[in-house]
């Protein structure tokens, strides 16, 4: 009876397990000059230790938005984050964010070795074990032959590497990615598509990676969590059950990896049109976001 209770009193987002919970979650840009803008109307999801899921949506729909209240960089208007069941109310200490400028977020005037090493540095992390994890982290990356050069003399591919070596030398619980490959090759992005499933199995971290790429979230996702356009719920929260070794040429080419592919793409023309409706959405802008 008084376990009953309890589960009746407790928050969501409490004592579930998640190690992420996001639990009402609105965020409107207040602005003296314009209109309000309503980003994030009302998201609910949670993410269970260890798991990688992807999260679409239309350019617009809130996604760096949500990602910023996450990573404690924004204050919600309503609803909360809870990271290990913990209020997030400023950038939490075991978490880790991997923006799409990575250009703006590496330190030109810094080594790629010190650019890793930085966070670690700020954490008080004795040399050795320091240097230890910068040398695990780019070897990871395929970029344990250039500790010594800077940012500007690498490749934007290899730039985003280093950023992502950084966040996986920092060794975080959950790792927060914004769309990270946008501004890579083809083929840099499937190397990296790999690299971050790898990275994942073997650190056992939580992500939650954020992109507008369909085949992208089905590809590197255990489940996928579909946005609508603006105003932004969840449309849809799909779970990929294609075999966990995945491969770019495999994996792709499996005949249910083109129905989950299917049921995404049908879930995000629904989420269109519904806000077509609601004539919010700036009509023709969505047909350049979506094939
Ligand atoms: P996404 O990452 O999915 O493209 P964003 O979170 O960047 O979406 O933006 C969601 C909505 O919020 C858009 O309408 C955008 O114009 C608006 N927005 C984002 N940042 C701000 C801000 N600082 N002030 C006002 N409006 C903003
Ligand atoms: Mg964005």
Known sequence: MRAEN???????????????SVHGLKKVYRSKKDA???????????????ELACLVGPSGSGKTTLLRCISGLLEPTAG?????????????????????????????????????????????????????????ALQSVGLAHVPRSYPWQLSGGMQQRVAIARAVAFQPEVLLMDEPFAAVDAQTRADLEDLIRSVWAS??????????DIDESVYLGERVIMLSSSPTVIQDDLVIDLPADRDQLT?????????????????????KHAAQGNSIETPGESEQQWP
Request: glycine residues 8%; positive net charge; proline residues 7%.
């Open 6 to 20: 309890e589960q009746i009193l407790a928050k969501p987002g409490h004592d579930t397990g998640a190690m992420l």
């Open 36 to 50: 309000d803008v309503e980003a994030v109307r009302n998201l609910t999801f949670d993410l269970r230790p260890g």
């Open 80 to 136: 909360e984050v809870r990271l290990g069941g913990k209020l997030v109310t400023g950038p939490p200490k075991g978490m880790a964010v991997v923006f799409q400028e990575y250009g703006r977020s590496l330190y030109p005037w810094m080594t790629v070795k010190a650019n890793v090493e930085l966070p670690l540095k700020n954490a008080r992390m004795p040399k050795d074990q320091r240097n230890e994890l910068v040398e695990t």
């Open 203 to 212: 650190l056992g971290v939580t992500i939650l990676f954020v992109t507008h």
């Open 251 to 271: 994996t792709r080419s499996l005949p249910r990896f083109a129905e989950l592919r299917a049921h995404v793409y049908e879930q995000i023309q629904i989420a």
